[in-house]
């Protein structure tokens, strides 16, 4: 198995750093062909990528060259969001990707944000990915695999030669304790363990953030478990819906979905320390009954995940780079964030999927 990685900026979205990035990323890996490569290219490219698309291919010798264009990029090296800039990661040495087939598990999945389509996001294998674009999810944004743009919006691939785990790190500090949801009515949510659903929430908030113009929806969660309750918290076993409104006149509490009496329901809150935190539990989660070091990442954060979230530094790539040195990955900040969570594929916020990629058994 031979995988690495490489990135490639510049001042003018030109081919040569698509090139760049996989000639960088071959000398790395001894190949003088690839069997695959994985391409990410930042917005600059998303216009006409396909210049880039084809010097990639040229570069690396193969066809296959599969990704997206996204509002930023990066590798094990480094990051880029302001700047024209290329990411690959070269698969050789019995590692390719091929069109995902019914039966392929976990699929690889790349989605702009006009190609969302749920019930195809439902069908097909465990998907794991991530959703091109910016904040607004507007923009042409492409997809493509098999060397050329594909016009659907989206690509579902395989990776062949080594075995995947697959985890998600939802990064929320929970403000409560899980407690069943009474009443709901649309996507509001009314009454929660036994008390209206506004005064459960701002009773977990601090005092300067309880007035009704104070509290900090933009950063506020419902989360719902799922699986056994004992430890759904510690293990990850949730769905997260963003707080949209906080209705002081009838005391509901606006979510992002339509929730169902019975559930068990938190409230939560995004926080760097806490999405830190997250980042490694689900670090060990992935290492857990598993013997050996991963060869390679396939990464997608949300870009509201990223460097200004902590601060100027994306804290998630160093925790990465920290668990496993000199493991090579790339990856782009996106839009949405796809995974397999409690049986179905979903579309995540705010969250980091993260594929490592084994020697295969």
């Keep these: 198995m031979k995988v690495a990685s490489g990135l490639a ?19 790395r890996a001894g190949l003088t062909h ?38 930023g990029v990066f590798s094990d090296e480094d990051w880029v969001l ?12 019995g590692l390719s990707l091929r069109a995902a087939a019914a ?12 190609a969302i389509d749920l019930h195809w996001l439902m069908r097909g294998g465990a998907r794991f990915g991530g959703v091109s674009g910016d904040a ?11 060397g050329r743009v594909q ?22 500090r929970a403000l409560s304790k899980p407690a069943n949801i009474d009443q709901v009515e649309g996507h509001d949510v009314r009454v929660v363990g036994g008390q209206a659903a506004l005064s459960s929430l701002v009773r977990e908030l601090p005092l300067s953030e309880r007035a009704p113009q104070r509290i ?32 002081p006149d009838n005391r509901s509490v606006t979510v992002a979905g339509r929730l169902e009496p019975g559930l068990d329901l938190f409230w939560a ?3 760097p320390r806490a999405a830190e935190h997250d980042m490694r539990a689900m670090l060990d989660r992935l290492d857990k009954n598993r013997s050996g070091k991963p060869r390679f990442g396939l990464m997608f954060p949300c870009m509201g995940r990223g460097p200004a979230f902590y601060g100027g530094v994306d804290r998630d790539l160093q925790i990465l780079k920290q668990r496993y040195p000199g493991m090579p990955f790339a990856g782009f900040y996106g839009n949405g964030e796809i995974a397999h969570l409690d049986g179905a594929n979903r579309l995540l916020q705010s969250s980091v999927v993260l594929g490592l990629g084994y020697e295969a058994r």
């Design 9 to 27: 900026q510049g001042h003018r979205a030109e081919p040569e750093l698509a090139a760049a990035a996989v000639r960088a990323a071959m000398e």
């Design 103 to 114: 039966d392929t598990d976990p699929v690889l999945t790349f989605a702009a944000p006009n």
């Design 216 to 247: 900090p929806t933009h950063l506020l969660m419902a989360g719902v478990t799922y699986g056994e309750p004992e430890h759904a918290l510690e293990e990850g076993r949730f769905h997260l819906l963003p707080v949209i409104a906080a209705n």
């Design 82 to 93: 302001d700047a024209p800039a290329a990411a690959a990661l070269v698969l050789g040495d």
């Design 136 to 146: 607004s999810g507007q923009g042409p944004y492409t997809v493509w695999s098999g």
């Design 269 to 271: 809150m995004r926080q």
């Design 34 to 71: 690839a069997q695959a490569v994985l391409l990410y290219l930042s917005a600059d490219f998303a216009h006409e990528p396909q210049a880039a698309i084809g010097a990639a291919a040229r570069a690396g010798s193969c066809v296959q060259v599969a990704g997206c264009a996204a509002a």
């Design 151 to 172: 016009r659907a919006g989206r690509c579902e691939l395989a990776l062949a030669g080594a075995d995947l785990r697959v985890g998600v790190s939802q990064g929320i």
